[in-house]
């Protein structure tokens, strides 16, 4: 089965990345050529959950490219406060609009919206499953800032287990020969297994570590991380991990001086302020980096009509349940049940987690 939506980065072929990320290069340095490219499109931006640089980026890629915006921010402020279903809600704006950008909370909730939409959904976010479009802005800002995507020492830093941005730089990075990470965590927020199983069949090569100053020197990329604290069960576990990195210029001293930082943003208090002037910090520039791989993305999936990208598998199951109580399907009762298989285990295609019989 065929779709024109992007859930996870995987979605693309290696080719239709490339071709993404070349040309966010072209659009940045021409951007007037591409002006008027999307002149009467309109782009929905449904988001559920906060956002800035998601949302802003979506919506001013939009009309950098010529397009206009609707939505919303706040899902209090539309019928989703009055109980409509996210069936129901994306069925009527694939109706308004010609592209869909949504951020859910709701593992999965991606794949869910895909199912009934006429035009394409980007994930912007699907709780801590899933933040394709954050990869694309991390690969385009690699590409540009180090001039290639292999070969790579990465360290990563911070909550790995809830990240999703981690996760999904992890399994695209892993495609590219010779990068190898360095996983710099608490044990309680060790990156999860089936990421570590992804890194396993790419043959690339990683640690688990704890201490960050420790395993700074080598690396080409340190990509720092906020704890999340939304995604903890208690406020006091949070508070047990939280500040136990911060990055400052006294770390900085042990790392390479064409060590690049980068960090998906918001920051709380993982890198000191003092950091930003350092000719190595990336992170904001990583954030207008985001925007034209946006607009690529945008142009392609609107633009291109053999855009297409191939669903994991499609096969329905019943009488089983997704063991994630914060997927989609167990909220959502109406889903279909849609599975693949890996290791000879049923895996829920919305939420990539595995399945049991009921
Ligand atoms: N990086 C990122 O997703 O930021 P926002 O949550 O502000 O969109």
Known sequence: MKHRHVIDLEDLTFMQLQHTIELAGKIKNDPEKYAHVCDGKIMATLFYEPSTRTQMSFQTAMMRLGGKVIGFDNPQNSSVAKGESLKDTITVMSGYADIIAMRNPVEGSAKAASLYSSVPVINAGDGGHLHPTQTLTDVVTLYNEKGRLNHLKIGLCGDLKNGRTVHSLVKTMSHFEGNSFVLISTKELKIPDYIKDIM???????????????????????????????????????????GTYILDLEKLKYAKDNMIILHPLPRVDEIAVEVDDDPRACYFKQAVYGMYGRMALILLLLEDKDYFFHTKSGKLTTHSVCSNDRCVVNQEHYLPRYYYKKNGKKICEYCDHEIRNS
């Open 200 to 242: 396993d069949r790419s043959g690339c090569k990683y640690t688990e570590v704890f201490d960050l100053k420790e395993n700074i020197s080598d690396l080409d990329v340190l990509y720092m991380t906020r704890i999340q604290r939304e995604r903890f069960n208690s406020e006091e576990e949070y508070q047990a991990q939280k």
